[in-house]
């Protein structure tokens, strides 16, 4: 007797929520959120298609769904990171940083995947959505950048926003590079990165810190000035 594959009859909804976002985000991050259907990711898990659309509403939700959580995800792995690392020198710290960023996206490529295509298949009913999610992310190490500054008595505002977009920006790259050619060695991509990004904050001068803050400042008046 053939069996509906993927879940048995009475799998609870909590549950059969967990495999169909699991699901859709493999497809979403293959193929994207056109080239999806809500028919493959009935199939592959034996959640009936009505059973879909009654949890998540329709595909765009269903696409919104799994980017929040692989958002989520991420943003909570960096929260504990961020804390284990917090007490070590700097050179470490951000070593520590970089290597558990791409162990990260060697456990959940898909989710990754996903987060890197999401701004070029997002529905078009709320294009601002996926700058706003990177900023929830680049806030979390902005955030920290700003409170480990503080502890070292050489406070940075403005720059710690550089500073997240940058580590952000470089390590993505790294890591869909290692992702999609592991010839490309883990460890040594950790090296180097780290080394890459020390090696810069250590270059940059005084002056420079200074000048990124005073530009925000008088940015930041021109706008709150009344016309």
């Known amino acids: 007797m053939s069996v509906a594959r ?3 009859p009475k799998l609870p909804a909590h549950l059969r929520r967990s495999v169909v976002l699991d699901e859709a985000t493999r497809q979403f991050a293959a193929r994207g959120r056109a080239g999806t259907a809500i028919d493959d990711i009935a199939a592959e898990t034996g959640v009936r298609k009505p059973a879909i659309y009654d949890l998540f509403g329709s595909k765009d939700d269903l696409f919104r769904a799994c980017v929040d959580e692989a958002i989520r995800a991420l943003r909570d792995h960096f929260l504990v990171v961020n804390a284990e690392t917090a007490e070590l ?9 970089v290597a ?3 162990d990260y996206a060697e456990r959940h490529p898909d989710s990754f995947r996903l987060l ?19 900023e929830s992310l680049v806030e979390v ?6 409170r480990e500054a503080r502890v070292a008595g050489t406070p940075i505002d403005a720059a710690a926003d550089l500073l997240a977009r940058l580590f ?10 290692h992702l999609d050619d592991p010839s490309w060695g883990r460890d040594a991509l950790i090296d180097f990165l780290a080394d890459f990004i020390e090696g810069g904050m250590a270059g940059v001068r005084p002056e420079a810190w200074l000048g990124v803050e005073r530009a925000r400042d008088t940015i930041g008046r021109r706008r709150s000035a009344p016309n």
């Open 141 to 146: 190490l902005a955030t920290n950048y700003r």
């Open 116 to 134: 890197i295509r999401a701004p070029f298949s997002w529905p078009d009913d709320d294009p601002s959505a996926p700058r706003r999610h990177r």
């Open 89 to 97: 020198e700097r050179p470490e710290r951000t070593r520590r940083r």
């Open 168 to 177: 952000f920006a470089m390590t993505e790259e790294v890591i869909l590079l």
């Open 100 to 102: 558990a960023a791409i």
């Open 6 to 8: 993927g879940r048995p």
